[in-house]
């Protein structure tokens, strides 16, 4: 089991499903629908070696807007705590 801590103090817990190490990461959320996961990979550019994260929410179509949200707020803060 796993917290995540959002930006504006809120928790969720989620189950980690299946991982790779060094690759990619699976959870699904405890309080969600059980068919839908999201996922984080790591992926690397074979000519570049430009590293990226590919985030991945399978979500129902009501919560789209909202997990879009959510992410997009979430990758702008990491790129700012990296410097990136």
Known sequence: MYTFSWEDGETQKAKLISSKENKVVKFRWVDDDPQCYFEMEIIQDELT????????????????DE??????????????????
């Open 49 to 64: 070696n430009d590293v990226g994260l590919l985030v991945t929410d399978f979500a129902t179509t009501e919560n789209m």
């Open 67 to 84: 997990r879009k949200m959510i992410w997009n707020t979430q990758i702008e803060n990491l790129v700012s705590v990296l410097g990136a």
